[in-house]
T-cell receptor, first 116, second 115 residues
Framework: AQKITQTQPGMFVQEKEAVTLDCTYD???????LFWYKQPSSGEMIFLIY??????QNATEGRYSLNFQKARKSANLVISASQLGDSAMYFC?????????????FGPGTRLSVLP | SAVISQKPSRDICQRGTSLTIQCQVD?????MFWYRQQPGQSLTLIAT?????????ESGFVIDKFPISRPNLTFSTLTVSNMSPEDSSIYLC????????????FGEGSRLTVL
């Protein structure tokens, strides 16, 4: 079974609008972390935001916020005031427990295109 | 945060040849990770590079095909051996930070095309 599901292969948003990228996850662990990464066409992976399973408040980092709904096992990324430079692939990832990086699992990604 | 440098950034290779990718980190790290990203796909962990011991490979990846070296705490190499077109991918080196979040930092990636 897929541990990370991103149901939107591609999304379009108008510049300056907000957009939500969906992510649902599957784990039986009580302790886990959820991450979002951005991958521009150049290929590097850029860490955007993190949400811990015990964090009571939704994480925010500048224009990025994470809509964390633990009971529904969803961790949607919200990008406010989209910019042309936000056009990229976005990956949701999960680390189960507090062990090392081999426990990172990445979703299939969503390609976001920001329209002028 | 960590600064990770990868070489080469891209290469075009002939079938049957081997290529070694280098990963240099600006600080000492316990574990380094090698990921593969096939065209249009997500990231898949190849192996964990441990300093002073053999790498730990994930299911579907073997040492003969992807030998890894880890001579010290700041450097690792991944070799893609006897390449075929199916090996055309982005190969990414990463390390985990030691802070509360423990996110993965990635190198710029090495984009390989095998003809």
């Amino acid at each position: 079974a897929q541990k990370i599901t991103q149901t939107q292969p591609g999304m379009f948003v108008q510049e300056k609008e907000a957009v939500t990228l969906d992510c649902t996850y599957d784990t039986s662990d009580q302790s886990y972390g959820l991450f979002w990464y951005k991958q521009p066409s150049s290929g590097e992976m850029i860490f955007l935001i993190y949400q811990g399973s015990y964090d009571e408040q939704n994480a925010t980092e500048g224009r990025y916020s994470l809509n964390f709904q633990k009971a529904r096992k969803s961790a949607n990324l919200v990008i406010s005031a989209s910019q042309l430079g936000d056009s990229a692939m976005y990956f949701c990832a999960m680390r189960e427990g507090r062990n090392y990086g081999q426990n990172f699992v990445f979703g299939p990604g969503t390609r976001l295109s920001v329209l002028p | 945060s960590a600064v990770i440098s990868q070489k080469p950034s891209r290469d075009i290779c002939q079938r049957g040849t081997s290529l070694t990718i280098q990963c240099q980190v600006d600080s000492q790290v316990t574990m380094m990770f090698w990921y593969r990203q096939q065209p249009g796909q997500s990231l898949t962990l190849i192996a964990t590079a441990n300093q002073g011991s053999e790498a730990t490979y994930e299911s579907g990846f073997v040492i003969d095909k992807f030998p890894i070296s880890r001579p010290n705490l700041t450097f690792s190499t991944l070799t893609v051996s006897n390449m075929s077109p199916e090996d055309s991918s982005i190969y990414l080196c990463s390390v985990e930070t030691t802070g509360r979040v423990g996110e993965l930092f990635f190198g710029e990636g090495s984009r390989l095309t095998v003809l």
